[in-house]
C-alpha cells in the first residue's frame, strides 16, 4: 500500500487531518498489526507533515518541481501490457529522447540499444556495445526465484538478437517495507541460475525498499539488464521482401509461468524452466550465421502479433504467418494449458526465437538448430506491401495486436483485452500533451544548464 499517496490523494479531496489520521491508522495496523500505539500515531502525523510539504508546491514557484498529469491512467491506457496503448506509449517515449546518434535506440522498436565501440578500445575491427534491461514479471512478486530466472533469461534473450555475445549481468531489485530479505537471495538465485547455465556472469546491482518508508507490504519488483559485444548488429528494420520467416519451439518465459500460476497449472511452469532459446542464439552466433541473416527477435511483446506488427512497421513490409504452423511451434502442455482457459496463444509472450532470413541459409538454420536439440521451421514469409496477416484455413486475415495482450489470468480477464477507438484516441491526445509538457522541460533544464556553464 502507498500509503504517502493515499494521503496525498485525501488532501486534494479536502479531507480533515484528523479524518486522515484516522483511516491511516487503520490502514496501516492491517498491515503491521504489531506497531504500537505510540509508533503508529507518529508515524502517521509525519506522513502527513511530509506530504502537506509536497502537495503545496506550485508549479509557479519552479516549473521542473511540478509533476506531468496527463489525466490517463497507466491501467487504463494499457501501459506493460503489451498491446496498442504499450506501443504507443514505447513510441512517445522514442520521441521524446530523439536523435542520440547511437547505431540502435528507442526510435528502432528493438529490445537493446547500440552505440560503437570507440576505435582506440576496438582495434582496427568494429564492434558494438549492446545494452538491454528488463523488469521482472509484476505478478511473480509472490516467486521470486522463477521472477529472477525468467527476467535473466529474457535479457540475456534481447542481446543475443541483435547478434552480440552477453558478457555481463546486472540486476536492480525492490521489495517493499514489509517483505521478507529472503526475498532478495530467493531472486538472485534465479538469477545466477541462468548465470551458470550460459556462463555469463552477474557483476553488480542494487536492491533498495520500494518507496522508503512510505510503502507498506511485501511486493517485490526489479530488473535485469545485459551488455554484450557484436561485430555485427542486426535490427528489425533488416527484413527483406521475400524472406522467410522460422520461429522456435516456445514455451514461454514470465508470461506464461504467471498464467499457470494464477490458473492453478502449476506443472507448466516447468516448461517454461530451460535455456533453448539462449542455446540456439549462441549457436547461431558461434557458427556465423548471424551475418547471413536479416532479423533476429524474441516473440515476446503482446506475443507474435505485436512483434509482427512492429517488424512491419519499422521494415515498411508485409509479414504474411501461417496460422497452423504457429501452432505447431508452441509447446504442447502449454498450449493445451492456454486453450483449456480460453486465452489467445497469438497475443502472448511465446519466448520463441522468429528468425528472418533469405529462403537459401533456412536449411543450414535448422540444422544448427538440431545440433542443438532445438526445432526451428519455417512459418511465414515477406512480402510487399504494409501490415501484418494471419493466413487461416487458406484466407488471409488482417493481423493486428488488441488493446492489451491476451488477457492470461482471471484478473487480466476481469480487465478485459479492447476498448472502444473513441475512447482510445482521446487518450492519445491527452498523452501526446504530457509529451509536449515534458519536452518544455527538458528545454528549460538545457537552458538552464548551459547558462551555468554545465553542459
Known amino acids: 500500500m502507498d500509503i504517502?499517496?493515499?494521503?496525498?490523494?485525501?488532501?486534494?479531496?479536502?479531507?480533515?487531518?484528523?479524518?486522515?489520521?484516522?483511516?491511516l491508522r487503520s490502514r496501516i495496523?492491517?498491515?503491521?498489526?504489531?506497531?504500537?500505539?505510540?509508533?503508529?500515531?507518529?508515524?502517521?502525523?509525519?506522513?502527513?507533515?511530509?506530504?502537506?510539504?509536497?502537495?503545496?508546491?506550485?508549479?509557479?514557484?519552479?516549473?521542473?518541481?511540478?509533476?506531468?498529469?496527463?489525466?490517463?491512467h497507466m491501467g487504463?491506457?494499457?501501459?506493460?501490457?503489451?498491446?496498442?496503448?504499450?506501443?504507443?506509449?514505447?513510441?512517445?517515449?522514442?520521441?521524446?529522447i530523439g536523435a542520440t546518434g547511437a547505431v540502435v535506440d528507442s526510435s528502432s522498436f528493438s529490445d537493446s540499444g547500440v552505440v560503437e565501440m570507440p576505435a582506440f578500445a576496438s582495434g582496427d575491427s568494429r564492434r558494438f556495445i549492446v545494452v538491454t534491461v528488463d523488469g521482472m514479471h509484476s505478478r511473480l512478486s509472490d516467486f521470486p526465484f522463477i521472477?529472477?530466472?525468467?527476467?535473466?533469461r529474457a535479457a540475456l534473450r534481447d542481446v543475443y538478437v541483435m547478434g552480440a555475445q552477453p558478457l555481463a549481468l546486472f540486476s536492480d531489485i525492490h521489495v517493499a517495507d514489509d517483505g521478507d530479505v529472503g526475498k532478495i537471495f530467493d531472486h538472485i538465485a534465479g538469477i545466477v541460475s541462468v548465470s551458470d547455465a550460459t556462463g555469463v556472469p552477474l557483476i553488480t546491482g542494487s536492491t533498495l525498499r520500494i518507496g522508503g518508508d512510505v510503502v507498506i507490504g511485501e511486493r517485490m519488483t526489479g530488473c535485469v539488464g545485459a551488455v554484450g559485444v557484436a561485430e555485427e548488429i542486426m535490427t528489425r528494420m533488416g527484413a527483406?521482401?521475400?524472406?522467410?520467416?522460422?520461429?522456435?519451439?516456445?514455451?514461454?518465459g514470465g508470461t506464461i509461468s504467471t498464467a499457470a500460476l494464477y490458473n492453478g497449472e502449476y506443472e507448466v511452469v516447468k516448461e517454461t524452466l530451460n535455456v533453448k532459446f539462449l542455446v540456439l542464439c549462441s549457436a547461431l552466433i558461434e557458427s556465423g550465421m548471424t551475418g547471413r541473416i536479416h532479423v533476429m527477435t524474441d516473440v515476446?511483446?503482446?506475443?507474435?502479433?505485436?512483434?509482427?506488427?512492429?517488424?512491419?512497421?519499422?521494415?515498411?513490409?508485409k509479414l504474411v504467418l501461417y496460422e497452423d504452423r504457429i501452432r505447431a511451434m508452441v509447446n504442447k502442455k502449454v498450449l493445451e494449458m492456454l486453450e483449456r482457459h480460453g486465452i489467445d496463444y497469438l497475443g502472448v509472450s511465446l519466448d520463441a526465437l522468429l528468425v528472418i532470413c533469405p529462403e537459401a541459409v533456412v536449411k543450414e538454420i535448422r540444422e544448427v538448430g538440431a545440433n542443438n536439440n532445438v526445432r526451428i521451421e519455417e512459418?511465414?514469409?515477406?512480402?510487399?506491401?504494409?501490415?501484418?496477416?494471419?493466413?487461416?484455413?487458406?484466407?488471409?486475415?488482417?493481423?493486428?495486436?488488441?488493446?492489451?495482450?491476451?488477457?492470461?489470468?482471471?484478473?487480466?480477464?476481469?480487465?478485459?483485452?479492447?476498448?472502444?477507438?473513441?475512447?482510445?484516441?482521446?487518450?492519445?491526445?491527452?498523452?501526446?500533451?504530457?509529451?509536449?509538457?515534458?519536452?518544455?522541460?527538458?528545454?528549460?533544464?538545457?537552458?538552464?544548464?548551459s547558462a551555468s556553464g554545465r553542459r
Not at 4 to 23: M, N, Q, Y
Not at 419 to 428: L, P
Open 76 to 96: 487504463e491506457f494499457g501501459v506493460g501490457s503489451r498491446g496498442a496503448g504499450d506501443f504507443y506509449v514505447h513510441e512517445k517515449i522514442g520521441e521524446l
Open 300 to 317: 515476446t511483446n503482446g506475443g507474435i502479433r505485436g512483434d509482427a506488427h512492429e517488424i512491419a512497421k519499422v521494415s515498411g513490409l
Open 29 to 72: 495496523r492491517e498491515i503491521k498489526p504489531g506497531m504500537s500505539m505510540e509508533s503508529l500515531d507518529s508515524f502517521a502525523e509525519a506522513v502527513l507533515e511530509e506530504a502537506k510539504e509536497t502537495t503545496s508546491i506550485e508549479l509557479e514557484e519552479d516549473e521542473l518541481f511540478g509533476a506531468i498529469e496527463s489525466g490517463v
Open 379 to 449: 512459418i511465414g514469409r515477406v512480402e510487399e506491401g504494409e501490415g501484418a496477416e494471419l493466413v487461416v484455413g487458406g484466407e488471409r486475415k488482417e493481423f493486428t495486436p488488441r488493446f492489451r495482450e491476451s488477457a492470461y489470468t482471471p484478473v487480466k480477464r476481469a480487465v478485459g483485452e479492447h476498448i472502444s477507438e473513441d475512447v482510445f484516441e482521446a487518450m492519445k491526445r491527452k498523452v501526446d500533451t504530457a509529451v509536449a509538457k515534458a519536452r518544455h522541460k527538458r528545454e528549460l533544464m538545457k537552458e538552464r544548464l
Open 240 to 252: 527483406v521482401e521475400g524472406d522467410v520467416i522460422l520461429m522456435s519451439e516456445g514455451a514461454g
Open 147 to 152: 521472477a529472477g530466472f525468467h527476467v535473466a
Open 4 to 23: 504517502e499517496g493515499f494521503v496525498k490523494r485525501k488532501l486534494r479531496e479536502g479531507w480533515e487531518d484528523s479524518a486522515i489520521i484516522g483511516e
